[in-house]
Nanobody, 122 residues
Framework: VQLQASGGGLVQAGGSLRLSCAAS????????MGWFRQAPGKEREFVAA????????YYGDSATGRFTISRDNAKNTVYLQMNSLKPEDTAVYYC????????????????WGQGTQVTVSS
């Protein structure tokens, strides 16, 4: 599976962005999908994940209440809607795919996208 993340950019605090991650191949629905982020000088942080069918979602503390993960298996795409953005959300955001659950450990992911930069100005 090859993953291509997009949708990052520069936004003011309080604004919104929607990230997309397009997957190649016909087995997209067999993978749970996750989003992680990494800010300069910090470790990679779990943001959100969604199960194969989209029926279950899981959020990190920083995302709960502000971010929403969704997927469209017909389009081989997973989304991350980010609202009420804060400067501390500034990071490179990565999408990833895995065949197991629960989804919060980065080491359990089999495939990673290249990342998309999100910058939130104050």
């Amino acid at each position: 599976v090859q993953l291509q993340a997009s949708g990052g950019g520069l936004v003011q605090a309080g604004g919104s962005l929607r990230l997309s991650c397009a997957a190649s191949g016909r087995t997209f629905s067999r993978y749970a999908m996750g989003w992680f982020r990494q800010a300069p000088g910090k470790e990679r942080e779990f943001v959100a994940a969604i199960s194969w069918s989209g029926g279950s979602t899981y959020y990190g503390d920083s995302a709960t209440g502000r971010f929403t993960i969704s997927r469209d298996n017909a389009k081989n795409t997973v989304y991350l809607q980010m609202n009420s953005l804060k400067p501390e959300d500034t990071a490179v955001y990565y999408c990833a795919a895995r065949s197991t659950w629960p989804p919060y450990d980065a080491g359990g992911y089999d495939y990673w996208g290249q990342g998309t930069q999100v910058t939130v100005s104050s």
